[in-house]
T-cell receptor, first 115, second 110 residues
Framework: GAVVSQHPSWVICKSGTSVKIECRSL??????MFWYRQFPKQSLMLMAT?????????EQGVEKDKFLINHASLTLSTLTVTSAHPEDSSFYIC???????????FGAGSRLTVL | KQEVTQIPAALSVPEGENLVLNCSFT??????LQWFRQDPGKGLTSLLL?????REQTSGRLNASLDKSSGRSTLYIAASQPGDSATYLC?????????FGTGTSLTVIP
């Protein structure tokens, strides 16, 4: 079945640094990649939707300059949290889907802790 | 806007019991509905996908049903096991976006 590899699975960084999270679709071409954020004991909050080769579409309230999303190829999408602060600490999950399939394949998630 | 609700929010059952998790959505114009499992600190694992034209899907001890007209889906778990303990989420695909419920946290007691 379709697999999305997400890494790092766990990252701790100092306040003010930038962190990049990568998601790779291993056996399918992810024409669309969704990026979600999940707070403890809550459901997933959609941050942005990115289509390969296009600029990401951000949900209301999500700062596009803080959460940089790149989807330069059909198998790789990245989320960079710039100048991270403790309030950015969260669980970030990517999800890929291929054109016409309408089926979600999730990465394993990345837990970010900002000190 | 589509709203997805899952009831109950938490459920605790003894091992061996059959159980039903509920998912309701407000707009019946959907492409499909997907049930996921999430273990603590992990990503989501797809369990079952039901297309809008289907009434149910089965995989092992899991059976998911869909009643699009009433905006409801259920996930039936037969003969529950401690390993089934996790959070279960449903996601509704409207074609433009996926909407997630808040999940049901299931604990199966040995």
């Amino acid at each position: 079945g379709a697999v999305v590899s997400q890494h790092p699975s766990w990252v701790i960084c100092k306040s003010g640094t930038s962190v990049k999270i990568e998601c790779r679709s291993l056996d399918f071409q992810a024409t669309t990649m969704f990026w979600y954020r999940q707070f403890p004991k809550q459901s997933l909050m959609l941050m942005a939707t990115s289509n390969e080769g296009s600029k990401a579409t951000y949900e209301q309230g999500v700062e596009k300059d803080k959460f940089l999303i790149n989807h330069a190829s059909l198998t790789l999408s990245t989320l960079t949290v710039t100048s991270a602060h403790p309030e950015d600490s969260s669980f970030y999950i990517c999800c890929g889907t291929r054109a016409g399939a309408n089926v979600l394949t999730f990465g394993a998630g990345s837990r970010l802790t900002v000190l | 806007k589509q709203e997805v609700t899952q009831i109950p929010a938490a459920l605790s059952v003894p091992e061996g019991e059959n159980l039903v998790l509920n998912c309701s959505f407000t707009d019946s114009a959907i492409y499909n509905l997907q049930w996921f499992r999430q273990d603590p600190g992990k990503g989501l694992t797809s369990l079952l996908l039901i297309q809008s034209s289907q009434r149910e899907q089965t995989s092992g001890r899991l059976n998911a049903s869909l009643d699009k007209s009433s905006g409801r889906s259920t996930l039936y778990i037969a003969a529950s096991q401690p390993g089934d303990s996790a959070t279960y989420l449903c996601a509704v695909n409207t074609g433009n976006q996926f909407y997630f419920g808040t999940g049901t946290s299931l604990t199966v007691i040995p």
